[in-house]
């Protein structure tokens, strides 16, 4: 199955690079192959240290910059802004989920809630048309919040 998805998302890739007059570098296609390696959200850095270690392929923090650029505008790559940090995630045959950040400690939880999902679905939305959302909820984490206890 992940090497369905795997192979579905290069070719989506191909196609978007073709469209828009892209060169396919092989390092699009590894930052690519490794995004979908990743399960949940990652940052820049975790990205480069993973392909340093993991795949043994070096790339330049700003062609990853770029490459994730391009990934978000192929609808392969989802960015989040959690906080002051950006993070991503693969966006190809993601479960809708929904987020909770730690206000505290910056921690980011996901969860699914059927209630939510159907509420949500059965939002009517004067003349537009939803493709995905995302939910963000803001707090303190449990760990956060037994210190805070522990504090007063």
Not at 22 to 40: Q, V
């Amino acid at each position: 199955m992940e090497e369905n998805i795997k192979e579905t998302v290069k070719q989506i890739l191909t196609e978007y690079l073709q469209k828009n007059g892209h060169r396919k570098t092989p390092e699009r296609y590894a930052i690519l192959e490794t995004i979908y390696s990743i399960k949940g959200h990652f940052d820049v850095d975790e990205l480069y240290s993973y392909m340093a270690e993991k795949e043994k392929f070096r790339v330049s923090r700003a062609t990853l910059y770029n490459t994730i650029i391009l990934l978000i505008d192929a609808g392969l790559v989802i960015k989040h802004q959690f906080g002051n940090t950006s993070q991503y995630e693969r966006s190809y045959n993601n479960e809708t989920h929904h987020h909770m950040i730690c206000t505290c400690c910056g921690r980011v939880s996901e969860f699914e809630d059927d209630h939510l999902k159907q509420a949500i679905a059965l939002t009517k939305l004067k003349g537009f048309y939803a493709s995905h959302y995302s939910l963000y909820i803001y707090g303190l984490c449990s760990k956060c919040m037994a210190a805070k206890r522990k504090k007063k």
